[in-house]
């Protein structure tokens, strides 16, 4: 399957992660939604990865426009 992925602007954040594209598996709850978090507020866009969609869209809406995510299971 071919996705392209747009990141969203996020240049109104700044911080050492900005302009970057972050990759969190695991990003809709525990370690990895605290990742994604704090990655945001560093700058970053964060794409989440994991196998539960209800969660990660939920996660996702959480964190704003900077996220965005796609349910695998890897």
Known sequence: MN???????????????????IVVTGGARGLGASISAHCIQEGATVVLVGRNLDRLSAHSANLGKSASFVAVDL
């Open 3 to 21: 996705v392209a992925f747009d990141p969203i602007d996020n240049s109104h954040a700044r911080g050492p992660l900005q302009g970057k594209v």
